[in-house]
């Protein structure tokens, strides 16, 4: 473990990749094999499964959990209780091994509100907004803003989090135009 870790005394982080100045707050379990960048902020009741990979500075609230193949990009924030799947087909009388587990991309600064589900196999484009109780099943551009059982897009989000007018500018003045399948920022 890097310097400047610090771990609640009832916090349990069994991995020793965890990044400089990172916080494991109690109830929080980290395994061993996971890896955690610098800065980030763990909290309480959180689960870090061996083989999620976690970026510098990402935000998990309480009661999050992370699974493996689960990689996540820098600046990220994880609201409570939201959660992440790797299986989708889970079966008790027929085990997988992790081979088999489909993986989750987060791309940078991405934000998902409270008791959101990810379900495996998606990526979430950069700086794109899910919002609380959204379930994602599918690929999220770049900035989209995405609510909804399944998750469907309703506008565009700036990279400061605010939603953008109608000709893709921001109050920040931030301006976006369209490339592929999301926004560029001009």
């Known amino acids: 473990m ?3 870790v610090f771990v609640h005394d009832r916090g349990l982080c069994e991995s020793t990749s965890v990044g400089e100045g990172t916080r494991v707050w109690a109830f929080a379990h980290v395994m061993e ?26 935000t998990v609230k309480n009661a999050v959990l992370v699974w493996d193949k689960v990689v996540i990009g820098n600046d990220v924030f994880l609201g409570p209780n939201m ?10 009388k027929f085990k997988k091994d992790a081979s088999q587990f489909l993986p989750t991309t ?17 990526t979430l484009g950069h700086d794109c907004f899910i ?3 959204a379930v994602v099943t599918s690929d999220v551009p770049a900035y989209a803003l995405m609510v909804g059982n399944p998750a ?6 700036c990279e400061c989090g605010d939603r953008l007018n109608d000709h893709l ?3 920040c003045g931030r301006t976006y135009v369209h490339q592929d399948s999301g926004l560029h920022q001009e």
Request: charged share 15%; aromatic share 4%.
């Open 106 to 122: 987060v791309e940078n600064g991405v934000s998902i509100g409270a008791n959101a589900t990810i379900v495996c196999g998606v």
């Open 152 to 157: 469907r897009q309703i506008g565009w989000v």
């Open 169 to 171: 500018r921001c109050n």
């Open 33 to 58: 094999g996971a890896i955690i960048g610098n800065s980030c902020n763990i909290g309480d009741h959180a689960y870090i499964e061996a083989g999620a990979v976690l970026g510098d500075r990402v």
């Open 83 to 92: 959660i992440f799947t790797n299986d989708m087909r889970p079966r008790v």
């Open 2 to 4: 890097a310097d400047g």
């Open 131 to 133: 919002g609380a109780g």
